[in-house]
């Protein structure tokens, strides 16, 4: 059972544009919900979190809203470049042993 | 990367072989964790650690043993393996609570 949902599972945004990625989750006991950025032959690596108790977390152009109320979360790319282009992941953990529940990705591609 | 290397990095074998990925850190950090990434599932917990010789089933544990006798070292055995274990194997550790996964380079196993 996905408990994580993530869309779109790929994206194509032209340089300067906004890239939207959107996830929910239904375990409402998810406390802490971090965005991974991987590129290709490489692993995951954080990019930015949220806890829920804030309804949005911004990190250079890297922007989480968060809608505790929808159980939903989305990462905002603003300006995005070339470079951003990698696979994003959300997910959501409950603490303790910070075992983490992956979305299923989202492939960006940013075209010049 | 956060001191994390895994071992060996690609691995061709046939089915019914017993295989072993081993995951070394440096950082001391008390969890470890191994994930599979398929296309379309996203990273699936196969089973982490959380002390030495403390180990836990993940969400996709069943074909899947590990072993941790050392604070640095996990291994992940497949008992016999079979080709639906074909994937990208990530180790990953983290400090526990709400604390940032760092993750291995991957190990890329093909069962033949």
């Known amino acids: 059972q996905q408990q994580v949902k993530q869309s779109p599972q790929s994206l194509i945004v032209q340089k300067g544009g906004i890239s939207i990625i959107n996830c929910a989750y239904e375990n409402t006991a998810f406390d802490y919900f971090p965005w991974y950025q991987q590129f290709p032959g490489k692993g995951p690596a954080l990019l930015i979190a949220i806890r829920p108790d804030v309804s949005e977390k911004k990190e250079g152009r890297f922007t989480i809203s968060f809608n505790k109320s929808a159980k939903q979360f989305s990462l905002h790319i603003m300006d995005s470049q070339p470079g951003d282009s990698a696979t994003y992941f959300c997910?959501?953990?409950?603490?303790?042993?910070?075992?983490?529940?992956f979305g299923t990705g989202t492939r960006l591609q940013v075209t010049l | 990367d956060a001191g994390i290397t895994q071992s060996p990095r690609h691995k061709v074998t046939e089915t019914g072989t017993p295989v072993t990925l081993r995951c070394h850190q440096t950082?001391?950090?008390?969890?470890m964790y191994w994930y599979r990434q398929d296309p379309g599932h996203g990273l699936r917990l196969i089973h982490y650690?959380?002390?030495?010789?403390?180990?836990d089933k993940g969400e996709v544990s069943d074909g899947y043993s590990v072993s941790r006798s050392k604070t640095e070292d996990f291994l992940l055995t497949l008992e016999s393996a079979t080709s639906s274990q074909t994937s990208v194997y990530f180790c990953a550790i983290s400090e526990g609570g709400h604390g940032t996964q760092y993750f291995g380079p991957g190990t890329r196993l093909l069962v033949l």
């Open positions: 997910a959501a953990n409950t603490g303790t042993a910070s075992k983490l529940t």
């Open positions: 650690s959380y002390g030495v010789k403390d180990t």
């Open positions: 950082e001391n950090h008390r969890y």
